[in-house]
C-alpha cells in the first residue's frame, strides 16, 4: 500500500515508472510545444516573410521529436538543436524554434544526464552564437538576445535538475518506506519465534516434569496395588493431581498461542516464580527424591527471572528423577542486589542426560541468556550433578 501510493505520486515529479501515463504526458508536452510554436511563428509572419516549407518541416520535426525525449533524451537533444540550428541557417524568422531545446535539455537533466544536458546547453549557445556571427541570420545571437537565449537553456537545466533532485528525495523516501515496513515485519517475525520459543520451553518444562512425577507414583501404584491398596490409593491421588496442575498450566500456554483467556473453567493463577519453588519441590518427593530448598538473601526478584529460576529448578528436578538414580537434591537460591544464582545439585551418578545434548540443558541456558546471564550444568568431583545458573538483576528489572 505504502509503495502504491509513493510510485503514484514520485510519477507527478518525474519518474520513469507507469508508461500508461508517460505516453499521454509526453504525448500532451510535444502537442503544446507544437501548438505554440505555431502559434508564435505565425503570429510573426503577419509582419514579414514566413518559415518556407523546409522551415515548417523542421519546426515540426523538432516538436514532434519531443515524443521520443524520455526513452532517448541526449539524442533527442542534439536531434532538436539540429533542427532549430538547420532552420537558423535558412534564415527563417522567429524565437520561437528555441522551446522545442528548452524542453530537450531540461528533459536531459531530469534524466540524470547532468553532464550531456550541460554539454548541450554550452554546444547549442557556442553553435548558434557562431552561427549568428558568420552568417548574420538576423536573430541576434551575438547581440542583446544572447543572454536570453543563454538564460533560456540555462533555467530549463536547472529546472530538470531541480526535478531530479526532487525525485531521488521520493524514491527516496519510498525506499526507506518499503524497509522500515520490511523491517518492522521482520522483527514481529523475530519476537512471535522467540515467544513460540519461550512457550515450547514452558511447555517442555511443565509436561517432562508432571509426566515425570506421574510415571513414578504410577509405577509405585501398580506395585503396591495387591498388597498395599492404601499406599495404591495415595499413589493414584498424587497422579490424579499432578495431572490437574499439568492440564492447567498446558491450558494457560495453549491460551496464549491461540491470542485469548484461558477458559473461565479452567483454572487461573500467576505466572509460577520462587515462592513456587518449595511447592514445587513438594511434588517432586512424591517421586521418591528428598529435596531440600535453601534460601540465601531477600529482596524482590523482578518477574522473568523468577519464572526462569522456577522453571531451571523444574528442569533440573526433573533430570535427576529421570536420569540420575539420585535420592537427594538440593536447591540453593542464593539472592544479592545484583546476582539471583540458582544452584541445584544431587547425589547421583553424574551422567548428563542425553550425553550432554539433550533439550532441556538447551533450554535452560537459553532461558538465562535471554536474562543476561550463565548457566554451567556439569557433573560433580564428588559424584552427582550440579547445575548453576547466575541472573543479573538489574539488567533484567
Not at 515524443?67 to 537558423?88: D, F, G, H, K, N
Not at 549568428?132 to 530538470?160: K, M, Q, Y
Not at 529435596?291 to 531477600?298: H, K, N
Not at 552427582?384 to 528489572?397: D, H, K, M, N, T
Request: aromatic fraction near 6%.
Amino acid at each position: 500500500m505504502i509503495r502504491r501510493s509513493f510510485v503514484a505520486y514520485s510519477w507527478q515529479v518525474e519518474s520513469p515508472y507507469n508508461p500508461p501515463s508517460r505516453r499521454l504526458i509526453d504525448v500532451a508536452v510535444a502537442a503544446a510545444v507544437l501548438v505554440a510554436i505555431i502559434a508564435g511563428t505565425s503570429a510573426i509572419s503577419h509582419e514579414g516573410p514566413g518559415p518556407d516549407p523546409l522551415g515548417w518541416a523542421l519546426l515540426g520535426a523538432a516538436g514532434g521529436a519531443l515524443l521520443m525525449r524520455r526513452r532517448w533524451p541526449v539524442p533527442v537533444m542534439w536531434l532538436v538543436i539540429s533542427a532549430a540550428l538547420a532552420y537558423t541557417l535558412l534564415d527563417n524568422p522567429g524565437g520561437f524554434y528555441t522551446i522545442p531545446m528548452g524542453v530537450a535539455v531540461f528533459t536531459a537533466a531530469a534524466d540524470r544526464r547532468r553532464r550531456a544536458a550541460l554539454i548541450g546547453l554550452l554546444g547549442a549557445f557556442i553553435l548558434f552564437l557562431g552561427t549568428d556571427l558568420l552568417f548574420d541570420t538576423g536573430h541576434d545571437i551575438a547581440g542583446a538576445s544572447a543572454l536570453w537565449f543563454l538564460g533560456w537553456l540555462t533555467v530549463a537545466c536547472l529546472l530538470g535538475e531541480v526535478m531530479r533532485s526532487r525525485s531521488d528525495y521520493v524514491r527516496a523516501v519510498e525506499e526507506r518506506a518499503v524497509e522500515e515496513e520490511r523491517s518492522r515485519h521482520e522483527e514481529a517475525l523475530r519476537r512471535a519465534g522467540e515467544e513460540r520459543m519461550a512457550i515450547a520451553r514452558d511447555l517442555h518444562d511443565v509436561l517432562a516434569h508432571s509426566i515425570s512425577i506421574i510415571n513414578v507414583q504410577a509405577g509405585a501404584a501398580l506395585h503396591h496395588l495387591d498388597s498395599a491398596p492404601e499406599e495404591t490409593r495415595e499413589a493414584l491421588v498424587k497422579v490424579r493431581d499432578t495431572g490437574k496442575q499439568a492440564l492447567g498450566e498446558l491450558r494457560s500456554s495453549i491460551a496464549v498461542l491461540r491470542h485469548r483467556d484461558v477458559d473461565r473453567m479452567a483454572p487461573t493463577r500467576p505466572a509460577p516464580g520462587l515462592e513456587d519453588i518449595a511447592e514445587l519441590a513438594e511434588r517432586t518427593r512424591l517421586a521418591g527424591l528428598e529435596v531440600d530448598v535453601v534460601a540465601e538473601g531477600d529482596g524482590e526478584v523482578p518477574a522473568p527471572v523468577g519464572v526462569a529460576a522456577y522453571r531451571i529448578v523444574q528442569e533440573s528436578l526433573t533430570n535427576v528423577v529421570r536420569h540420575s538414580a539420585a535420592t537427594r537434591a538440593t536447591v540453593t537460591l542464593a539472592r544479592s542486589r545484583r546476582m539471583l544464582v540458582v544452584l541445584v545439585e544431587d547425589d547421583g551418578h553424574g551422567a548428563v542426560p542425553g550425553g550432554g545434548h539433550g533439550h532441556g540443558i538447551d533450554g535452560m541456558r537459553e532461558r538465562t541468556r535471554t536474562l543476561g546471564g550463565e548457566l554451567t550444568a556439569e557433573p560433580r568431583p564428588e559424584g552427582g550433578f550440579r547445575v548453576e545458573a547466575r541472573i543479573p538483576l538489574e539488567e533484567s528489572s
